[in-house]
């Protein structure tokens, strides 16, 4: 007996895009079928017509629920969104799985790191969610500074227990030096791990910050000189040889130059599993917007960078040779190497089709480049989301007739867009999409499509 049949929409799989009926028993999707061949008796029928059925997103880098350093917000006790608003803006925005961070971040060289052994520190991270999330959700482990031995020796056990994937800096206060890398990258390779690497060129980094304060040029329109084109080509070169050797899979948190999207192709061109991460910022942006008034709110670290750079990825992202996009912002004062701000969810999927696809066929491209294999991360084994009772579980629906300017002073039902301020964006969702969210917590936005989780859109992924 089927629970649901989902009809007359253009359903998205990695195999294609069609037009058939989506059969939902008992909470998943049992198959497809061609139009008018499933008994609909005893089944609730959602009429698709128009719409685009694709699997849930998956957000692979969140930062949600935690204290932001009083140094980059300019104030104590400044916090991001807390898990309950967070994922249901994603749920919303039809994110059904996310990967957030567990471990210690230090901001500076010298704060400390959590002695605690990496399971122990999972499991308090995960009490934070569990019981809070409206979606699926899982970690990326952040090993920080010169990770000690028995840390090391941990990570075997924690891929056993399913945290397969561990975060690295290779510049800021959390720099793991390179011997340390190395030995990280060999042990999470025998467990078949992930590794999610920001990789900068720390000296170069540091060298220009010097060197702008001196020359009176440390101003945030050039944030770009600091985190620069060939501090991206050095570092993700210098990442992909080493992670060769230890044949560990690569996943690059931030791709913001074109060197950075010519290593990450020309390595899964000689078939190394490596991945990239493209914010929209980079996508949309150019350090020139940096010179406009309040520019730098629009920044993220590395920086964004020239135009040529912001063409290079919207290509590579179109062509395959980087596969994700991440959303995930943090504004910025105007001085370079001060961060005073307030890092925030942007779980909208508004306005981030309209640079990149704008007429094209949005279901083929999210078929052809945006859907991971059975809607995973690689190595990720997402928990499940917990929801209140009596809450209806079906999938979001967008639409491109409705739209509306962004309005830093008017989130939209959690989802924030000040970045894009003044930005007119389309395929918001519908008024009927939006009701009792606020009222009943919002409604996860996806189900299961032959292994999928799934959401409904139409015009935008």
């Given at each position: 007996m089927l629970d649901t049949i989902v009809t007359g929409g253009r359903v998205v799989t990695p195999q294609g895009v069609a037009e058939v009926d989506v059969a939902i028993s008992d909470g998943k999707i049992a198959g497809l079928a061609h139009p008018g061949v499933l008994a609909t008796e005893g089944a609730q029928v959602v009429d698709a017509s128009g719409l685009i059925v694709l699997p849930g997103g998956i957000e692979p880098h969140t930062h949600i629920g935690i204290p932001v350093p009083e140094q980059w917000a300019?104030?104590?006790?400044?916090?991001t969104q807390p898990p309950e608003a967070a994922t249901r803006a994603a749920a919303f925005g039809g994110v059904t799985t996310l990967l957030d961070f567990a471990g210690t971040l230090p901001v500076t060289p010298d704060d400390p790191v959590s002695p605690d052994p990496i399971m122990r520190q999972m499991e308090a991270r995960r009490q934070a969610f569990d019981g809070h999330s409206y979606i699926d959700f899982a970690y990326h482990y952040i090993l920080a500074g010169a990770v000690s031995p028995r840390t090391i020796g941990e990570i075997g056990?924690?891929?056993?227990?399913?945290q397969a994937s561990f975060k690295i800096f290779t510049t800021f206060g959390g720099r793991v030096p390179y011997g340390h890398l190395q030995a990280i990258f060999e042990e999470v390779s025998k467990g078949g791990g992930i590794m999610a690497v920001h990789a900068e060129d720390d000296d170069m980094v540091h060298y220009m910050e010097e060197?702008?304060?001196?020359?009176?040029?440390?101003?945030?329109?050039n944030l770009h000189l600091v985190h620069s084109n060939i501090s991206e080509d050095v570092s993700f070169r210098k990442v992909i040889r080493m992670a060769e050797h230890a044949e560990v899979a690569i996943y690059f948190v931030h791709?913001?130059?074109?060197?950075?999207?010519?290593?990450?192709?020309?390595?899964?061109?000689?078939?190394?599993?490596?991945?990239?991460?493209a914010?929209?910022?980079?996508?949309?942006?150019?350090?020139?917007?940096?010179?406009?008034?309040?520019?730098?709110?629009?920044?993220?670290?590395?920086?964004?960078?020239?135009?040529?750079?912001?063409?290079?990825?919207?290509?590579?992202?179109?062509?395959?040779?980087?596969?994700?996009?991440?959303?995930?912002?943090?504004?910025?004062?105007?001085?370079?190497?001060?961060?005073?701000s307030q890092r925030h969810r942007d779980s909208d999927a508004c306005g981030v089709y309209e640079v990149r696809?704008?007429?094209?066929d949005v279901a083929e491209q999210v078929r052809r480049h945006h859907l991971d294999q059975r809607g995973e991360d690689p190595g990720a084994v997402p928990a499940q989301g917990r929801h209140r009772s009596g809450q209806r579980r079906r999938p979001s629906v967008h639409r491109p007739e409705h739209s509306q300017d962004a309005d830093a002073r008017r989130p939209a039902r959690g989802l924030?867009?000040?970045?894009?301020?003044?930005v007119r964006v389309r395929g918001v969702p519908g008024e009927d999409d939006a009701q009792g969210q606020g009222d009943r917590g919002g409604r996860?936005?996806?189900?299961q499509l032959v292994g999928w989780r799934v959401a409904a859109s139409e015009g935008v992924a």
């Amino acid at each position: 007996m089927l629970d649901t049949i989902v009809t007359g929409g253009r359903v998205v799989t990695p195999q294609g895009v069609a037009e058939v009926d989506v059969a939902i028993s008992d909470g998943k999707i049992a198959g497809l079928a061609h139009p008018g061949v499933l008994a609909t008796e005893g089944a609730q029928v959602v009429d698709a017509s128009g719409l685009i059925v694709l699997p849930g997103g998956i957000e692979p880098h969140t930062h949600i629920g935690i204290p932001v350093p009083e140094q980059w917000a300019g104030r104590p006790e400044v916090f991001t969104q807390p898990p309950e608003a967070a994922t249901r803006a994603a749920a919303f925005g039809g994110v059904t799985t996310l990967l957030d961070f567990a471990g210690t971040l230090p901001v500076t060289p010298d704060d400390p790191v959590s002695p605690d052994p990496i399971m122990r520190q999972m499991e308090a991270r995960r009490q934070a969610f569990d019981g809070h999330s409206y979606i699926d959700f899982a970690y990326h482990y952040i090993l920080a500074g010169a990770v000690s031995p028995r840390t090391i020796g941990e990570i075997g056990e924690a891929i056993q227990a399913g945290q397969a994937s561990f975060k690295i800096f290779t510049t800021f206060g959390g720099r793991v030096p390179y011997g340390h890398l190395q030995a990280i990258f060999e042990e999470v390779s025998k467990g078949g791990g992930i590794m999610a690497v920001h990789a900068e060129d720390d000296d170069m980094v540091h060298y220009m910050e010097e060197k702008l304060k001196r020359e009176g040029r440390d101003q945030g329109h050039n944030l770009h000189l600091v985190h620069s084109n060939i501090s991206e080509d050095v570092s993700f070169r210098k990442v992909i040889r080493m992670a060769e050797h230890a044949e560990v899979a690569i996943y690059f948190v931030h791709i913001t130059a074109k060197e950075g999207v010519a290593a990450v192709g020309e390595a899964r061109d000689r078939g190394q599993p490596v991945y990239g991460e493209a914010l929209h910022n980079y996508l949309e942006f150019t350090c020139d917007d940096y010179k406009k008034p309040n520019g730098t709110g629009i920044h993220t670290y590395p920086a964004i960078k020239f135009a040529s750079d912001r063409d290079a990825l919207q290509l590579g992202l179109m062509d395959g040779r980087h596969d994700v996009q991440g959303r995930q912002v943090l504004g910025s004062d105007d001085r370079v190497g001060v961060r005073r701000s307030q890092r925030h969810r942007d779980s909208d999927a508004c306005g981030v089709y309209e640079v990149r696809v704008a007429g094209r066929d949005v279901a083929e491209q999210v078929r052809r480049h945006h859907l991971d294999q059975r809607g995973e991360d690689p190595g990720a084994v997402p928990a499940q989301g917990r929801h209140r009772s009596g809450q209806r579980r079906r999938p979001s629906v967008h639409r491109p007739e409705h739209s509306q300017d962004a309005d830093a002073r008017r989130p939209a039902r959690g989802l924030r867009l000040q970045h894009l301020g003044g930005v007119r964006v389309r395929g918001v969702p519908g008024e009927d999409d939006a009701q009792g969210q606020g009222d009943r917590g919002g409604r996860e936005a996806g189900r299961q499509l032959v292994g999928w989780r799934v959401a409904a859109s139409e015009g935008v992924a």
